[in-house]
């Protein structure tokens, strides 16, 4: 069977990581160390590589630490005796992502109050203008209170 080896250039163009957070992946032991070359000492990624480091890219887009990824590979070298904790890790992310979700949903709605206001604003409607500035002053200090980097 022969198996494809790739440099770190190449590595990065399949994942879509930069070759800057390969590196620093394989530093803080989110993926395990790569092969280098015998006579040059680069990096050489095998299939099995590529394999992790898309799985980690997927668990990077979700916004998920560092942390918390190196905690996730480490469970997955103990198989099914780490499923409790994969879930419980995995679960935890999904809680985030809810909330992350719940707070694009509010500046949606903010901006469609806002895009409301404004037609009413062209159309002459006042009233209507007043009532969206008023629910959008409301919005906006609810904003406020759940933007939290």
Do not use: F
Not at 63 to 89: C, F, H, I
């Amino acid at each position: 069977m022969t198996t494809h080896s790739y440099s770190i250039k190449e590595a990065a163009a399949l994942t879509g990581l930069p070759a800057s957070t390969l590196r620093y992946y394989e530093s803080v032991g989110v993926i395990d160390h790569i092969a280098r070359g015998e006579s040059s000492k680069h990096r050489v990624y095998d299939e099995d590589d590529l394999d992790q480091l898309m799985w980690v890219a997927c668990l990077a887009a979700t916004g998920m630490s560092v942390a918390d990824m190196r905690t996730y590979v480490a469970n997955g070298e103990l198989g099914p005796a780490a499923a409790d904790a994969q879930v419980s890790l995995l679960t935890a992310q999904q809680d985030r992502l809810d909330i992350e979700a719940e707070h694009v949903a509010l500046r949606q709605r903010y901006v469609r109050l806002k895009i409301d206001y404004w037609h009413a604003i062209g159309a002459g409607d006042n009233a209507r203008a007043e009532q969206l500035g008023g629910e959008a002053r409301v919005l906006a200090d609810e904003l406020k209170h759940t933007h939290r980097p």
